[in-house]
């Protein structure tokens, strides 16, 4: 089948073979089941640990090489010159040329300067007067660095400005071998590095305020906003942090540290408890010399922070900061906040408080008006044998045909076709092997004794407890089939275990396998090696703890991701390294195999997530826009889209044809760990280290309910087979059963709800809960139903 295109978008960046980006099909041994010219490292010391395909993508057999695709041909060191220049006349446009010609002639790039300077027909003399060059004065670097801050700033989308000099349209700044994480919030922008100009972006805050006057600007203004009516207050209230943040990082920046100590411990218990992590960071930033290094201050500069206000409180504020000619103030909320203003009533503080919390603020209302398909794609036709049962059943009597068409039904259920499902062909994804459509029938046949669940109808659960383990589990997944099991742990194994009483075997030597009569029935039994027989099998590699394990739905190949900054890829017949993917630079928390194979995503410390093919050694899509850590990846159903949850408390969809971001959610309080698609595709639960588990309607891009009742992270999700209850485990020790149906029923997504985000959560968690199991003293790491509903739990013990 054809890997999925390696094409240009605004907010993908491709790295690709050399060569014309082709469509191509995966070459004979160029899979990685084959692995023909692959090294495999299976060594006990985790070796070499460079482990790669050997065939380039572009089939040229040419060494590929990670390129960032610039749309634009600019000439290197030219900068596309503006098509009008303002004129000269007016002060204000005149301003913005000299910051633009000193930015250009800062930055070395002569020609543009010059061909700028002709086209607006400026004398020389003029640009000289404001300094010798390398300067500028008061005036002009404010307004360079306005113009720095709204070139490093985030894009809300692809109609990004171009940054002069860089002579490129939109491309995320991620290099496939940064020396350091990707710069943070740079979805549609291009910078030189991979890190923003700490310089540039700090400049901004070289302010001339009297930093006497910084407590009485606050007061004056946390004053006015306790004293208006009740409807703006909650709104307005949401300035208080980042006015907070950002007048604490001036009064540093500018040197005045004593007015900054005063300023923090005056203020800092005002601000909402969610918060308190992050003002630990701030406290820890006392000289100007600490913020350059400091990633959660450059994130919080490089990203306008977003308030959702009503037009009314909007006014409000406008007036009272202009009558009060509150200008530092102003200049702060024109600067570093972007106002996202709607009509109509103001929100309460409940429902401002439901949508906050996360790094950069609320999701902007256009970042979740885009389609996205969330139905199923239509299930291949598939006949459906009869088995022994029912032939025999046949041969006594005529009449037994009874099961036949019941089991026919299934196999149609979904054979309409979704409105809401994308194209079937939107994306390439393998097409079913033999072997495949012979696991679908047995689904099929599983699915006629699964059990249905309901309040009144709650599964067993099973828990797979790790003894000795000394806290060193870091990962676990289960086979689709619950036969086998896999855990990543602290010292870079992996470990497979087999549940079921067949024992897992490798394939023979070579040497034997040539004695096999390959036209032989039980051909597939013959090439296994009964003396590799055994429950357990270890998979070494890996040189740093394994945090995230996958199987393929076939059962054939498992994924781990690991410190170390790989992802590998393992063969469930050899037990063996087949592939290393190398892409990140830091370590890789999670990685998860598509719904139909072939495809994967991973997530990591560098605060990307990357899609990969198994055959391509490099990633087709890098997912760039997490202030930071990406703690964990899950594909749709119909694995056109992947949902990431990150350390910024926010979760992304992301559209797997074009590498957009489609949809932003805010609300949770702590770093997200758990992702789980309901199995119609239609709603996204997401728990996080708050405790709590947050519902979303994908296609509203609206939360939608909230389940109380963890006290600590929740580790893991999963839906029950037809989504009837959702499942979540916690590092409290507890397994909690939770009412989906219900939770999900009667939601108001009125056009006004979803143009304002007016959101009521109902409080009925507990209404909701259907049951809490309690571990003895085990945190629960993974959940997973079986196709008959039974639920499957594990965690490794650690005692008290």
């Given amino acids: 089948m054809a890997a999925l295109a390696e094409e240009q978008t605004e907010v993908a960046v491709k790295l690709e073979p050399e060569g014309p980006p082709t469509l191509l099909p995966p070459q004979a041994g160029d899979s990685a089941g084959e692995g023909s010219g692959g090294t495999t490292n299976n060594g006990p010391n985790g070796g070499g640990g460079n482990v790669a395909a050997s065939s380039s993508a572009g089939g040229d057999g040419g060494t590929p090489k990670p390129t960032v695709a610039v749309s634009a041909s600019a000439p290197a060191g030219a900068a596309p010159v503006p098509a009008a220049a303002p004129e000269a006349g007016a002060p204000h446009d005149r301003q913005t040329l ?13 020609e543009a ?30 307004a360079a660095s306005a113009l720095l801050s709204r070139v490093t700033a985030s894009a809300p989308g692809p109609a990004a400005p171009d940054p002069p000099g860089t002579g490129a349209s939109g491309a995320t700044a991620v290099s496939g071998s940064a020396s350091g994480p990707a710069a943070p919030g740079k979805v549609g922008s291009v910078a030189v590095e ?10 901004a805050y070289n302010q001339q305020g009297d930093p006497t006057m910084y407590e009485e600007y606050y007061s004056g203004l946390k004053h006015f906003i306790e004293c208006s009516l009740d409807c703006h207050r909650a709104e307005l209230s949401q300035l208080f942090y980042p006015l907070f943040v950002h007048m604490y990082l001036e009064l540093v920046y500018n040197q005045h540290e004593n007015e900054a100590k005063s300023f923090f411990e005056k203020f800092h218990g005002d601000q909402e408890c969610y ?23 450059l994130d919080f500069r490089t990203s306008k922070f977003v308030l959702r206000i009503s037009r009314d409180s909007y006014q409000l504020l406008k007036r009272h900061l202009q009558e009060k000619q509150n200008n530092q103030i102003w200049n702060i909320v024109q600067e570093h906040l972007y106002i996202d203003i709607f009509d109509g009533m103001p929100r309460s503080k409940q429902q401002i408080d439901a949508m906050v919390g996360s790094l950069a603020g609320e999701a902007k209302r256009e970042a979740n008006k885009s389609k996205v398909f969330f139905g199923l794609l239509k299930e291949p036709e598939i006949e459906v044998p009869l088995d022994d049962e029912d032939e025999e059943g046949e041969n006594e009597e005529g009449k037994p045909k009874k099961k036949k068409p019941k089991k026919d039904s299934i196999g149609s259920k979904s054979k309409k076709q979704d409105p809401n499902a994308p194209p079937q062909n939107r994306i390439p994804l393998p097409e079913l092997k ?7 029938i047995m689904n099929m046949k599983e699915t006629t004794k699964r059990v249905r669940l309901g309040p009144d109808c709650l599964p067993s659960i099973c828990f797979y407890t790790f003894l000795n383990a000394y806290q060193g589990l870091t990962a676990v997944d289960v086979t689709d089939d619950s036969s086998l099991i896999a855990g990543g742990f602290a010292d870079s194994t992996v470990r497979v275990w087999s549940v079921t009483p067949k024992k897992l075997r490798s ?32 998979l070494y590699g890996h040189s740093g703890p394994v945090y995230g394990a996958s199987f393929s739905p076939d059962r054939n190949y498992l994924l781990s991701s690991s410190e170390d900054g790989t992802v590998r890829l393992w063969s469930l017949q050899t037990f063996t390294c087949l592939v290393g993917y190398k892409g990140h630079n830091y370590p890789v928390w999670d990685t998860q195999f598509s719904p139909y194979g072939y495809y994967f995503v991973s997530g990591g410390h560098d605060r990307v997530a990357r899609l990969w ?8 899509r890098i997912f760039a826009g997490h202030l930071a850590d990406v703690n964990c990846t899950r594909f749709h159903p119909n694995s056109n889209y992947v949902a990431t949850g990150s350390a910024d408390r926010t979760v992304r969809l992301w559209d797997v044809l074009n590498g957009n971001c489609v949809r932003i959610f805010t609300g949770h309080k702590g770093p997200i760990h758990s992702l789980t698609f309901s199995p119609n595709g239609r709603f996204l639960a997401t728990g996080a280290t708050d405790g709590r588990v947050l519902l979303w309607d994908i296609g509203h891009g609206l939360m939608v309910g909230e389940l109380k009742g963890h006290t600590d992270t929740v580790c893991s999700l999963r839906f029950s087979r037809d989504g009837e209850i959702l499942a979540s485990g916690s590092m409290d020790n507890t397994v909690r059963l939770w009412d989906a149906i219900k939770a999900f029923e009667d939601l108001e997504t009125d056009d006004f709800t979803t143009a304002t985000g007016h959101i009521n959560l109902p409080e009925n968690s507990q209404e909701l809960l259907l049951g809490t199991y309690m571990t003895k003293s085990t945190p629960v790491v993974h959940l997973h139903f079986t196709r008959r509903n039974l639920v499957l739990a594990a965690g490794a013990y650690s005692p008290q």
């Fill in 113 to 142: 300067e010059e061909a700028l300077r002709r086209e607006a027909r400026l004398l020389e003399e003029a640009v000289a007067g404001s300094g010798a060059p390398g300067e500028v004065d008061s005036a002009g670097a404010e």
């Fill in 613 to 620: 093919a198994t055959d391509h050694y490099q990633p087709l």
């Fill in 507 to 538: 394939v023979k030597q070579a040497s034997d396998l040539s004695l096999i009569d390959k036209e032989s029935d039980d051909v597939l039994e013959r090439i296994m090696d009964e003396k590799t027989a055994s429950e357990l099998k270890i």
């Fill in 194 to 203: 991979d890190q923003p100009d700490v310089s540039a972006v700090l400049s």
């Fill in 98 to 110: 000299l910051a633009v010609l000193q930015f250009l002639r800062q930055s070395n790039l002569r």
């Fill in 434 to 440: 033999d072997s495949d459509k012979l696991d679908k």
């Fill in 275 to 297: 918060y308190q992590d992050d003002l630990r960071v701030l406290s820890s930033l006392t000289k100007k010399e600490h913020m350059k290094g400091n990633e959660t201050m």
